[in-house]
């Protein structure tokens, strides 16, 4: 199917930054791009300003005339799998006999003829895949990104470069949506247990890893953090596997970390190489493990250690991954996304490296009630580092409640005297 015959795009939940990305990527392209969320945000506000159109009402009187008045075989409506299935707009489109494709099927369609770097992983693929398309934008070698993250530095989940045949993209592992690229480079960060709404059990969820793994084209390279449960007999013999990760028995890893100012530096030593003191600019042990992924790829690309050494100087990082909004020498407030308890533990570990003397109260709304039941007690131990915490009510995104499940029940699990929780919040 050739995606440039479209002329209209349609997108229901438009706010999304994965949706988003797409939407920004074919209103660059000069495609009449509209859509529908549920909710305004600062991210639809920017795509409003950017010329396309978004409602926030789920009727069939909001679906603009430019859609029903250019012929049905122009117009493509792209889909979140988060959208209801009993959608007005969603069902009239397809009673209406739409061309109708999730969004990682459309991504699928973009880069299938591209050289793409697809990053997966439970966590860590957004820091890390914002991490090689940053050194490949600044080194001027140049790529297209479509990122699950507003970036810092481009203040953009899209970045494009018309001449460049590389494609980054974060390859979400969310309802097998990752099975639909076909990658000249995989970064796989992580495969702990998580969406079991959808995948049922943890060797469900690592079948579709593996299964992620095989997509690779035939003399491509895959990266992958030391320890995962791959099976990589499975691998196409043509394929080179190399693994990562702060220890010595990595093919790449990351030593020697030292903390001066707040910032990072850390040695990276490959077969090949050992570059020392290389400056990383944002905070994190598991962020220095990321940047040590992601200079094992560029390395792949051709980019020189000048080039990589400059570039992982200047990253500023992601929104709402470890985002200073305070940072005094009496107060820090910092902001993160962290909504598994691995990526909780991450992001105390690194405000401990930081601010070991320091009297540190978190403020966590959990994910999903789903995920919030599988791992309540994972949860619970995570955040018994801090020394005060206070849980929000659970943020239900897709999800309807579920008995039983809620914040106080997390709160119950932890130990801490220190502890309370909030019976409100506004979005």
């Not at 199917?1 to 209103?27: H, P, Q, T, W």
């Not at 394929?239 to 707040?262: F, K, P």
């Not at 993160?336 to 490296?353: F, M, N, Q, T, W």
Request: net charge negative.
């Amino acid at each position: 199917m050739n995606i440039d015959k479209y002329e209209v795009i349609y997108f229901l939940g438009i706010g999304g930054i994965g949706m988003s990305a797409l939407a920004r990527y074919f209103n660059s392209r000069g495609a009449m791009v509209m859509g529908y969320d549920r909710t305004s945000t600062p991210l639809t506000t920017e795509l409003e300003m950017e010329g396309i159109a978004v409602h926030f009402d789920d009727s069939t009187l909001e679906i603009p005339n430019a859609v029903r008045l250019t012929d049905k075989a122009k117009v493509l409506v792209v889909y979140t799998p988060a959208i209801p299935k009993d959608s007005s707009e969603f069902n009239w489109f397809l009673e209406q006999e739409y061309t109708m494709m999730k969004r990682s099927q459309v991504l699928g369609m973009i880069t299938e003829n591209t050289r793409t770097i697809a990053v997966a992983g439970t966590h860590g693929k957004t820091t890390t895949s914002s991490m090689v398309a940053h050194m490949l934008t600044h080194s001027g070698v140049g790529c297209n990104a479509f990122l699950g993250g507003i970036t810092t530095n481009y203040h953009s989940n899209l970045l494009l470069s018309p001449h460049s045949d590389l494609t980054v993209v974060e390859a979400d592992e969310y309802d097998r949506s990752f099975l639909t690229l076909t990658p000249s480079y995989s970064i796989i960060t992580s495969m702990d247990a998580d969406h079991l709404d959808i995948y049922g059990s943890h060797d469900d969820m690592l079948e579709s890893f593996n299964l992620f793994a095989q997509k690779l084209k035939k003399g491509g390279t895959l990266v992958y953090r030391e320890g995962l449960p791959l099976n990589k007999e499975q691998l196409d013999v043509s394929i080179h596997a190399h693994n990562y990760t702060l220890t010595q028995t990595a093919d790449y890893r990351g030593r020697d970390i030292e903390i001066e100012d707040g910032r990072y530096f850390f040695t990276f030593q490959s077969p090949e190489y050992k570059w020392e003191k290389i400056e990383l600019g944002l905070p994190g042990s598991h962020n220095v493990e990321n940047a040590v992924a992601a200079i094992a790829i560029c390395l792949e690309l051709g980019l020189s250690e000048e080039q990589i050494r400059a570039s992982l100087r200047d990253f500023k990082g992601v929104k709402r991954r470890f985002e200073y909004y305070i940072r005094r020498n009496d107060l820090v407030l910092i902001d993160d996304y962290a909504h598994h308890p691995a990526e909780i533990r991450a992001c105390l570990g690194s405000v401990k490296e930081l601010y070991p003397e320091s009297h540190i109260t978190g403020v966590f709304q959990p994910h999903l009630f789903s995920r919030t039941s599988d791992f309540a007690d994972e949860f619970a131990r995570s955040l018994e580092v801090l020394d005060d915490i206070l849980l929000l009510p659970i943020y239900p995104a897709r999800e309807l409640p579920m008995p039983g499940i809620d914040s106080q029940m997390l709160l119950d699990k932890i130990t801490k005297p220190s502890k309370s929780s909030s019976r409100k919040v506004s979005y």
